[in-house]
Protein backbone atom coordinates (compact mmCIF):
# COMPACT_ATOMS: atom_id res chain seq x y z
CA UNK A 1 0.00 0.00 0.00
CA UNK A 2 3.06 2.43 0.68
CA UNK A 3 3.71 1.82 -2.80
CA UNK A 4 0.72 3.05 -4.22
CA UNK A 5 1.13 6.60 -2.55
CA UNK A 6 4.56 7.40 -3.57
CA UNK A 7 5.81 10.83 -4.02
CA UNK A 8 3.16 12.07 -5.96
CA UNK A 9 0.07 10.67 -5.25
CA UNK A 10 -2.89 11.11 -7.73
CA UNK A 11 -6.56 11.64 -7.35
CA UNK A 12 -7.10 7.56 -8.19
CA UNK A 13 -4.56 6.56 -5.50
CA UNK A 14 -6.12 9.13 -2.81
CA UNK A 15 -9.74 7.98 -3.20
CA UNK A 16 -8.65 4.41 -2.92
CA UNK A 17 -6.48 4.98 0.33
CA UNK A 18 -9.85 7.06 1.60
CA UNK A 19 -12.20 3.64 0.92
CA UNK A 20 -9.57 1.81 2.39
CA UNK A 21 -9.60 3.87 5.38
CA UNK A 22 -13.09 3.99 5.95
CA UNK A 23 -14.28 1.12 4.16
CA UNK A 24 -11.54 -1.94 4.48
CA UNK A 25 -12.61 -5.09 7.25
CA UNK A 26 -9.21 -5.21 8.06
CA UNK A 27 -7.96 -2.79 11.32
CA UNK A 28 -4.35 -2.60 10.12
CA UNK A 29 -5.33 -1.55 6.50
CA UNK A 30 -7.66 1.37 7.80
CA UNK A 31 -4.81 2.24 10.12
CA UNK A 32 -2.07 2.21 7.46
CA UNK A 33 -4.42 4.02 4.79
CA UNK A 34 -4.99 6.76 6.78
CA UNK A 35 -1.51 7.00 8.60
CA UNK A 36 -0.73 7.35 4.61
CA UNK A 37 -2.87 9.99 4.03
CA UNK A 38 -2.64 11.84 6.85
CA UNK A 39 1.40 12.06 6.66
CA UNK A 40 0.89 13.07 3.12
CA UNK A 41 -1.60 15.19 2.04
CA UNK A 42 -1.03 19.02 2.01
CA UNK A 43 -3.94 20.00 5.03
CA UNK A 44 -4.47 23.71 4.12
CA UNK A 45 -5.88 25.90 6.58
CA UNK A 46 -8.48 27.07 4.62
CA UNK A 47 -12.06 26.20 5.93
CA UNK A 48 -12.97 24.17 2.68
CA UNK A 49 -9.86 21.72 3.26
CA UNK A 50 -10.55 21.66 7.40
CA UNK A 51 -14.27 20.97 6.32
CA UNK A 52 -12.85 18.03 4.61
CA UNK A 53 -10.60 16.78 7.01
CA UNK A 54 -12.99 16.74 9.67
CA UNK A 55 -15.71 14.91 7.77
CA UNK A 56 -12.91 12.12 6.83
CA UNK A 57 -11.67 11.45 10.55
CA UNK A 58 -15.15 11.69 11.92
CA UNK A 59 -15.76 9.15 9.07
CA UNK A 60 -13.13 7.32 9.85
CA UNK A 61 -14.07 7.21 13.14
CA UNK A 62 -17.55 6.81 12.65
CA UNK A 63 -17.41 3.79 10.82
CA UNK A 64 -14.62 1.85 13.01
CA UNK A 65 -16.60 -1.11 14.71
CA UNK A 66 -14.72 -1.67 18.47
CA UNK A 67 -13.91 1.46 20.94
CA UNK A 68 -10.29 0.50 20.78
CA UNK A 69 -9.62 0.72 16.74
CA UNK A 70 -11.29 4.72 16.56
CA UNK A 71 -8.65 5.23 19.73
CA UNK A 72 -6.00 3.56 17.31
CA UNK A 73 -7.39 5.78 14.40
CA UNK A 74 -7.43 9.21 16.30
CA UNK A 75 -4.25 8.47 17.20
CA UNK A 76 -2.45 7.39 13.91
CA UNK A 77 -3.83 10.76 12.66
CA UNK A 78 -2.32 13.05 15.36
CA UNK A 79 0.85 10.51 15.41
CA UNK A 80 1.01 11.66 11.78
CA UNK A 81 0.24 14.92 10.71
CA UNK A 82 1.06 16.80 13.40
CA UNK A 83 4.66 15.98 13.74
CA UNK A 84 6.28 19.52 13.34
CA UNK A 85 3.50 20.44 16.52
CA UNK A 86 5.25 21.45 19.79
CA UNK A 87 2.57 19.18 21.54
CA UNK A 88 2.61 16.90 19.12
CA UNK A 89 3.71 14.24 21.50
CA UNK A 90 0.36 14.78 23.80
CA UNK A 91 -1.48 15.05 21.12
CA UNK A 92 -0.56 11.34 20.23
CA UNK A 93 -0.86 10.69 24.39
CA UNK A 94 -4.84 11.95 24.58
CA UNK A 95 -6.47 8.35 23.00
CA UNK A 96 -3.92 6.08 24.52
CA UNK A 97 -5.21 4.72 27.39
CA UNK A 98 -1.94 5.05 29.37
CA UNK A 99 -0.87 8.29 28.25
CA UNK A 100 1.69 6.37 26.88
CA UNK A 101 1.13 6.52 22.74
CA UNK A 102 0.25 2.60 22.19
CA UNK A 103 -2.35 0.89 22.91
CA UNK A 104 -4.78 -0.23 24.59
CA UNK A 105 -6.78 2.82 23.36
CA UNK A 106 -9.57 5.20 24.54
CA UNK A 107 -12.92 5.28 22.59
CA UNK A 108 -12.31 8.51 20.42
CA UNK A 109 -16.30 8.68 20.40
CA UNK A 110 -16.60 9.02 24.35
CA UNK A 111 -15.39 12.02 26.28
CA UNK A 112 -11.76 12.48 27.68
CA UNK A 113 -11.80 13.01 31.22
CA UNK A 114 -9.97 15.81 32.82
CA UNK A 115 -7.97 12.53 34.86
CA UNK A 116 -6.96 11.47 31.67
CA UNK A 117 -5.58 14.96 30.29
CA UNK A 118 -3.82 15.78 33.93
CA UNK A 119 -2.00 12.44 33.17
CA UNK A 120 -1.03 13.16 29.48
CA UNK A 121 0.13 16.37 31.22
CA UNK A 122 2.51 14.66 33.43
CA UNK A 123 4.10 12.06 31.01
CA UNK A 124 4.29 14.95 28.21
CA UNK A 125 5.84 17.55 30.45
CA UNK A 126 2.83 20.00 29.71
CA UNK A 127 1.09 22.41 32.04
CA UNK A 128 -2.36 22.96 32.45
CA UNK A 129 -2.40 26.31 29.47
CA UNK A 130 -0.86 23.77 27.11
CA UNK A 131 -3.44 21.45 27.80
CA UNK A 132 -6.18 23.74 27.42
CA UNK A 133 -4.27 24.77 24.02
CA UNK A 134 -3.56 20.86 22.72
CA UNK A 135 -7.18 20.51 23.27
CA UNK A 136 -9.26 23.36 21.42
CA UNK A 137 -6.34 22.33 18.62
CA UNK A 138 -7.61 18.74 18.90
CA UNK A 139 -10.84 19.81 18.78
CA UNK A 140 -10.62 22.08 16.03
CA UNK A 141 -9.31 19.07 13.71
CA UNK A 142 -11.95 16.72 14.60
CA UNK A 143 -14.87 19.11 14.47
CA UNK A 144 -15.94 17.67 18.57
CA UNK A 145 -15.07 18.80 21.86
CA UNK A 146 -13.03 15.82 23.16
CA UNK A 147 -13.94 16.66 26.25
CA UNK A 148 -17.51 16.44 25.44
CA UNK A 149 -17.11 13.14 22.51
CA UNK A 150 -18.79 12.88 19.60
CA UNK A 151 -22.52 13.12 19.68
CA UNK A 152 -24.44 10.70 17.32
CA UNK A 153 -26.86 11.84 14.77
Known sequence: MTALF???????????????????????????????????EPWADHEETLAARQRFIEECIRNAVEPEERGAVACAWFGTVASSDPLSDAKKRVFSCDADRVGPYLDAREPVSNEHLAKVAKNASLSEDQIDEMVEQMNATLGWDIRQGLAES
Open 6 to 40: SLAPDDATRQLLSERAVEDDDNGVRVKALELLAGH
